[in-house]
């Protein structure tokens, strides 16, 4: 399993790295490192971490970047930042992640990754920067896009362990089987045969083209998820037109509609 480690560099609040230190036991963390703290881990941070106090017990701290990549070796690294620029620009999270899946497997089996976050005024500089694989940004969705650290934090791990755990077993079986699931309840009652015959009774060509009626039809349904019950429902409802639409076509064809003179 993939060792997801918090670094928080510079921090001027002990309270923040308590609540760090939640949001970690909350989502899985590994290991909390501080890299020259501005302030101790003192009774504010306890409070702060509250029934969490392991990764307070456990942290790591070093006196510069220099300690921390002597010490630490090789990871991904990732910083977190508000302000990208030309030469690092920044990356949203999720899609890093989807990258780092699918490109660099191998490292993410054998390295750890480490995300970074910067002191609570000016967030990490650009000699900060220097050191890390990658700059990404966390999705905001209100008018007010700044996070507090452990917002950060728990985000962050939260996204991080998600993508990663997109692709382990019980993931896949569990999505199989839901899928699977919705898949045999559509096909007791999905009505896939009347929709057909109620184009072609309605005069439309349904192998006419890819984007035909039917598959349109089909898809917007589907994409729904209707109940079972709601499928039946519209099982009878195409049944009944389709009577009435070939009822209405013999009707026309017993009408001589040009008759001879007498």
Same mark, same amino acid.
Not at 162 to 178: H, N, P, R, V
């Given at each position: 399993?993939?060792?997801?480690?918090?670094?928080? #560099?510079?921090?001027?609040?002990?309270?923040?790295?308590?609540?760090?230190?939640?949001?970690?036991?909350?989502?899985?963390?590994?290991?909390?490192? $501080? #890299?020259?703290?501005?302030?101790?881990?003192?009774?504010?941070?306890?409070?702060?971490?509250?029934?969490?106090?392991?990764?307070?017990?456990?942290?790591?701290?070093?006196?510069?970047?220099?300690?921390? =990549?002597?010490?630490?070796?090789?990871?991904?690294?990732?910083?977190?930042?508000?302000?990208?620029?030309?030469? @690092?620009?920044?990356?949203? $999270? @999720?899609?890093?992640?989807?990258?780092?899946?699918?490109?660099?497997?191998?490292?993410?089996?054998?390295?750890?990754? =480490?995300?970074?976050?910067?002191?609570?005024?000016?967030?990490?500089?650009?000699?900060?920067?220097?050191?890390?694989? =990658?700059?990404?940004?966390?999705?905001?969705?209100?008018?007010?896009?700044?996070?507090?650290?452990?917002?950060?934090?728990?985000?962050?791990?939260?996204?991080?362990?998600?993508?990663?755990?997109?692709?382990?077993?019980?993931?896949?079986?569990?999505?199989?089987?839901?899928?699977?699931?919705? #898949?045999?309840?559509?096909?007791?009652?999905?009505?896939?045969?009347?929709?057909?015959?109620?184009?072609?009774?309605?005069?439309?060509?349904?192998?006419?083209?890819?984007?035909?009626?039917?598959?349109?039809?089909?898809?917007?349904?589907?994409?729904?998820?209707?109940?079972?019950?709601?499928?039946?429902?519209?099982?009878?409802?195409?049944?009944?037109?389709?009577?009435?639409?070939?009822?209405?076509?013999?009707?026309?064809?017993?009408?001589?509609?040009?008759?001879?003179?007498?």
């Amino acid at each position: 399993m993939v060792k997801i480690n918090v670094v928080l #560099v510079r921090t001027k609040y002990s309270s923040n790295i308590g609540a760090a230190a939640r949001a970690m036991a909350n989502m899985g963390g590994s290991r909390l490192i $501080l #890299v020259d703290p501005k302030t101790d881990i003192n009774s504010k941070a306890k409070q702060g971490a509250a029934s969490a106090q392991e990764p307070l017990q456990q942290a790591t701290s070093y006196s510069s970047w220099e300690d921390f =990549y002597r010490a630490e070796g090789d990871g991904i690294r990732i910083a977190f930042s508000r302000r990208g620029g030309k030469r @690092r620009p920044l990356i949203p $999270l @999720r899609p890093l992640m989807k990258r780092l899946s699918s490109d660099h497997q191998s490292d993410l089996a054998n390295k750890p990754i =480490y995300l970074i976050f910067g002191p609570e005024d000016h967030g990490l500089n650009a000699d900060d920067m220097a050191f890390v694989n =990658y700059c990404s940004s966390l999705p905001t969705y209100g008018k007010f896009a700044s996070l507090n650290l452990s917002q950060a934090v728990l985000l962050a791990i939260f996204i991080t362990a998600e993508e990663l755990m997109g692709d382990s077993d019980d993931t896949k079986t569990w999505q199989s089987q839901e899928l699977d699931t919705r #898949v045999s309840e559509k096909q007791m009652v999905f009505p896939d045969q009347s929709i057909r015959q109620w184009l072609e009774a309605m005069g439309f060509d349904i192998e006419a083209r890819k984007a035909s009626a039917y598959i349109t039809l089909k898809r917007l349904l589907l994409q729904n998820l209707p109940t079972e019950n709601e499928l039946m429902v519209l099982e009878a409802i195409l049944q009944q037109n389709i009577r009435k639409l070939l009822d209405g076509k013999s009707n026309e064809a017993g009408v001589d509609h040009h008759p001879t003179d007498h």
